[in-house]
């Protein structure tokens, strides 16, 4: 794979780069969303050292670790000024194409949204500070505390990060649900209050899924609760409305995340949370990495986070 540095349009002086280390990589045919449509460097769940920085940085230094916010905002719409910048129309995310993504030897990205690491939270911890920032944004719209309940439908990596975000911010039960035994283990292994395998008897199909696990979110709600909704999969769908509105229930979409790398990397320092169960694979950058790495992660099942160490 090529460096894959852009041409920064005059912004050097505000860029950090940190140099991750392989030069060839090729890339395999996979399934690719019908979004992508040409060749493209995926990732944005990453973390790396300093390699340069430009003359106008004054927060970073060469060999500073740190953990990268993949997406670029224009700073300048609207949202962006409301402080909304997950919503930026002119976002630059990471492999969201067409903008190449951080699976790279060297990456160029601005100084703030590189975040120092203190020294006990590692590079593999601070990659993760990208999913567990879903969590914990999803945990700050909803309003989590003390006082909340909560139940998370889906067991894979987000549903788990917002289930670690959630006791973070207090919540005193979690319950998790899935179709997948080994995904429920892993969930209760990190300390899910309860677990609940849903039948896999479904018909397998993604919007199937979603309208079933969006109907029963609000169903499940108690009146005056919030659902929010993170899983992307399809686009539409058929729920329950009525008897939401009834029972004064909030649907909270979930877009990303906006200012949450500082909150995750105090919980990884404090312990308050620890990621390292999630990474349960961990790969080098060779072909024959890269292709295992592959096709672990597309299983699913025990495998949550897949690392790769560049
Ligand atoms: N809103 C956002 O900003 C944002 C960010 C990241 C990911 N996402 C979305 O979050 C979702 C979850 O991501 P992930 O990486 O954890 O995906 P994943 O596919 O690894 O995990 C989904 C889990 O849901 C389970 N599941 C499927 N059908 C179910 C059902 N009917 N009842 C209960 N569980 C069921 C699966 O067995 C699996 O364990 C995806 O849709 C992803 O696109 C959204
Ligand atoms: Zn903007």
Known sequence: ??????????????????LLGIKNLKILPYHLPSLVKQPMVIGHECAGVIEEVGSEVTSLAVGDRVALEPG????????????????CPGMKFFGSPPTNGCLANQVVHPASLCYKLPENVSLEEG???????????????????????V????????????????????????????????????????????????????????????????????????????????GLAGSEMTVPLTAVSAKEVDIIGIFRYRNTWPLCIDFLRT???????????????????IEEAFETSSHGGSAIKVMFNL
């Open 151 to 230: 139940l998370i439908i889906g067991s894979g990596p987000i549903g788990l990060v917002t289930m670690l975000a959630a006791y973070a911010f207090g919540a005193p039960r979690v319950v998790v649900a899935d179709v997948d035994k080994q995904r429920l283990h892993k969930a209760q292994g990190l300390g899910a209050s309860s677990i609940i395998q849903v039948s896999p008897n479904i018909e397998v199909c993604h919007d199937q899924y979603n309208h079933k696990t969006m109907s029963t979110a609000l169903k499940a709600s108690r009146s005056g609760g919030k659902v929010c909704l993170i």
């Open 127 to 149: 990659a993760m500070c990208e999913p567990l920032s879903v969590g914990v944004h999803a945990c700050r719209r909803a309003s989590v505390g003390p006082e909340t309940n």
């Open 271 to 289: 312990g308050k949370i620890n990621v390292e169960p999630l990474i349960t694979h961990r790969f080098g950058f060779s072909q024959k990495d």
């Open 72 to 87: 670029k905002s224009c700073r300048q719409c609207s949202l962006c000024k409301d402080g909304r910048y997950n919503l």
């Open 1 to 18: 794979m090529e460096d894959n540095r852009e041409r920064m349009g005059g912004q050097e002086e505000n860029m950090a780069a940190w």
